[in-house]
Structure formats: structure tokens, C-alpha cells
């Protein structure tokens, strides 16, 4: 298990840094703060079923903020986590080691995902702890589903970070591959897909139901939108349909064929099962051409 050792020296490394507990921090009061302050505001002598709802406003709340914040703060943790050794020299002393090249790529992954990992499960567990009071089961199952999703993204961006650190010769290349990466996902990733499927339903002549299931399919190939939606799904009282038309929603506005789209059930390539595969997919692929080429270069 040579991965193992460099994922556990990276992950020493990180901790005994500063990094570790400046990003602790951020997200307890990122977390924290917004859990402490719903629970204050929306508490007194609720009921039990307001107080589960603040729970679940809390993960509406934060939902959108974590999509953003976490693949930001994970990009900056992995794009020099290969190129930066190279460049500095000390990547081919590690290699010196019993360590393949896959070896190191792997152990960087799981590195990385430990650093984000903790202080999101640290940031969640205190949010939870000032929950707790207004947590049914229903509620804590969702709060708990939304904390394992953002730690997924978080491990989904990380390995995408450390992909393309793995395939870039120096660390501008790695900067301006996961800057455009975090912009795409986050900003221009529905522009960019509503004028694919248009264009598509013009070539093949689809009806406005087919165009809006084309547009969602290439949706939810983005990772922050499949974590999203996933996300909505958890809510009690959304159903799956729901939470995929909720990706086109812009306040109450929803385009037409929304509803001829999807009826009152799903295809199977648009159920929650197969939404956590596309999120996964953005985990294995750039990890997997990362160490391909990575496996090639010479250093």
C-alpha cells in the first residue's frame, strides 16, 4: 500500500501546517455560525415540527454557499499538490521511494480529501450540535445526507484539482486548468448548456419536452449541479421530480415543457443513483487522465 504512505504523509504534512486550521475554522463558522443563528432566530417555543424546519431551512440556507465555496477551497487545495513538488524539486526524491507514479497521484488524492474532509465534518458537527434541540428523524436524516454530499463534492473537486496538477508542467498551467474548471461549474455552466440543447433540439427537431430533457442531462453533468439537486432531493417532501425541475428555476420562473418533460415519475438516467454516478465520474475521469499523463511526462 504505497499510495497509503504518501496519502498519510501528505495528510501529516497538512496538519501540522497552518492550512488545516485556517480552513477549520472557516467552515465551523461558516457551519456553525449560519446553524446558530437560525436556530436562534427561529426557535423560542416552536413546535416540533417548526423546529425540524429550521433544519431544513438551514440546509437550503447553505446549500447554494457550500456549492461555491467547497470546490473553490478544494481547487486551491490540490492544483499544486504534484506540479508543486515538480517544480520545486522534491517530487523526484519521492519517487526515489518504493512510490510509482499512480502511487503518488492516488496518496495525493486521499491527502487532499482528508484536508478538506476534516474541517467540513468538524464544521458540520458543531452545526449539528447546535441543531441537535430542533432535529426530528426526518430532519436529522437530511442533515446528515447534506454534510456526507458536501463532503463528497469536496472530495469530487479535490480529485479534479489533483488531476490536473498531475497533467500541468508547471503550476500556471495547473492555476488557469482548476480556475476554469471552478468558473465553468459555477457560472457559465447553464448559458453554456441551455445553447447546446437548443441547438440540438433545431438539428433533431425535438418538441420543447425533449429539448428541456436534453438540457437537463447535460445539467446534471455538472458537478455542482448534480450535488445540488442532490441535495434538494434530501428535503422532506421533495420528490426526485422535483428536484431536478428546481434546476430550472429562476425565482418562480420555470421554462415551458417542464411539466410534459417528466410527468410524474423519472427515467431511470435521471434518478438519484445515477446523479451520484455523474458526480463520481468528475472524481474518477480526472484523476484517471491525471495519472495517465502523468505516468508519460518526462520530469
Known amino acids: 500500500m504505497s499510495w497509503g504512505a504518501v496519502a498519510r504523509k501528505d495528510f501529516q504534512d497538512a496538519v501540522r501546517s497552518r492550512w488545516i486550521w485556517v480552513l477549520s475554522a472557516l467552515f465551523v463558522a461558516m457551519f456553525a455560525g449560519s446553524a446558530a443563528l437560525r436556530f436562534v432566530l427561529g426557535s423560542g417555543n416552536a413546535s416540533a415540527q417548526q423546529n425540524a424546519g429550521i433544519v431544513v431551512l438551514f440546509v437550503q440556507f447553505m446549500s447554494d454557499g457550500a456549492a461555491l465555496l467547497v470546490p473553490l477551497i478544494a481547487i486551491v487545495v ?110 457559465l455552466w447553464g448559458p453554456v448548456t441551455g445553447q447546446l440543447a437548443g441547438g440540438i433540439k433545431d438539428l433533431f427537431g425535438l418538441d420543447p419536452a425533449g429539448k428541456i430533457r436534453v438540457q437537463l442531462f447535460l445539467k446534471l453533468l455538472n458537478p455542482v449541479a448534480s450535488y445540488k439537486t442532490l441535495v434538494t432531493s434530501l428535503i422532506p417532501g421533495v420528490t426526485p421530480v422535483d428536484a431536478r425541475v428546481d434546476l430550472f428555476s429562476f425565482f418562480i420562473f420555470r421554462p415551458p415543457g417542464i411539466g410534459e418533460a417528466f410527468g410524474d415519475s423519472l427515467p431511470l438516467y435521471f434518478s438519484d443513483p445515477f446523479v451520484v454516478v455523474y458526480l463520481l465520474f468528475w472524481l474518477v475521469v480526472p484523476v484517471g487522465v491525471g495519472a495517465l499523463l502523468f505516468e508519460q511526462a518526462d520530469l
Open 78 to 187: 490540490g492544483y499544486a499538490a504534484i506540479v508543486g513538488e515538480r517544480e520545486s524539486g522534491t517530487l523526484k526524491l519521492l519517487l526515489s521511494l518504493p512510490h510509482s507514479r499512480v502511487d503518488v497521484v492516488a496518496g495525493k488524492v486521499l491527502g487532499r480529501s482528508g484536508v478538506m474532509a476534516l474541517p467540513v465534518l468538524l464544521g458540520f458537527l458543531i452545526a449539528g450540535v447546535v441543531l441537535l434541540p430542533a432535529a426530528n428523524g426526518f430532519a436529522l436524516g437530511t442533515f446528515v445526507g447534506f454534510a456526507l454530499l458536501t463532503v463528497l463534492l469536496a472530495v469530487v473537486f479535490v480529485g479534479i484539482a489533483v488531476g490536473i496538477s498531475a497533467a500541468a508542467n508547471t503550476s500556471r498551467q495547473a492555476v488557469v486548468a482548476a480556475v476554469s474548471v471552478f468558473v465553468m461549474s459555477t457560472t
